[in-house]
């Protein structure tokens, strides 16, 4: 069974920086997607940003130029997430997510606040 752990999260100016940390329990076997998932108050959960293991990126229209997703290139359980330019609007819990050989899996979630 993987485990998900996020950290970083916080409150922070508009304007400012965020970075999200997801660490996977155990070893990560074949074809991967990791990503990020948020969901603000009233609204349902949103994709944010994934990367497979073959490197190919997606993004929402709302966070791009702004959020970048990456892996620990040492380390192939951790990936990231950097919020720069942050606004009020990515409030949100933010999510982690793992989609490994079909089976799928989700971290605790993070607060993020971004005050105005």
């Known amino acids: 069974q993987v485990q998900l752990v996020e950290s970083g999260g916080g409150l922070v100016q508009a304007g400012g920086s965020l970075r999200l940390s997801c660490a996977a329990s155990?070893?990560?076997?074949?074809?991967?997607?990791m990503g990020w998932y948020r969901r603000a108050p009233g609204k349902q959960r949103e994709l944010v940003a994934t990367?497979?293991?073959?490197?190919?990126?997606?993004y929402a229209d709302s966070v791009k130029g702004r959020f970048t997703i990456s892996r620990d290139n040492a380390k192939n359980t951790v990936w990231y997430l950097q919020m720069n330019s942050l606004k009020p609007e990515d409030t949100a819990v933010y999510y982690c997510?793992?989609?490994?050989?079909?089976?799928?899996?989700w971290g605790q979630g993070t607060q993020v606040t971004v005050s105005s």
């Open positions: 155990g070893i990560i076997f074949g074809p991967n997607t």
């Open positions: 990367q497979t293991s073959g490197g190919n990126t997606r």
């Open positions: 997510n793992l989609d490994v050989l079909g089976a799928n899996y």
